[in-house]
């Protein structure tokens, strides 16, 4: 399984290690949600909201 993160659009090196401890992670929560059977891509986008920016 492939694992990349990209912040502000500029692909953020991952070695195995923790490529594996994100890819571990994110499977356990996301397999235990009602609705997810099988999947092909899962993508993650998280967003800066306007009001939370000052802090």
């Given amino acids: 399984m492939k694992v990349t993160l990209h912040v502000d659009g500029k692909r953020i090196p991952m070695n195995k290690f923790v490529q594996s401890i994100v890819r571990d992670v994110n499977l356990a929560i ?14 993650i986008k ?10």
């Fill in 30 to 43: 996301i397999s235990n949600l009602k609705g997810v059977d099988e999947w092909k891509v899962i993508e």
């Fill in 46 to 55: 998280i967003e800066k909201s306007l009001e939370n920016s000052e802090k």
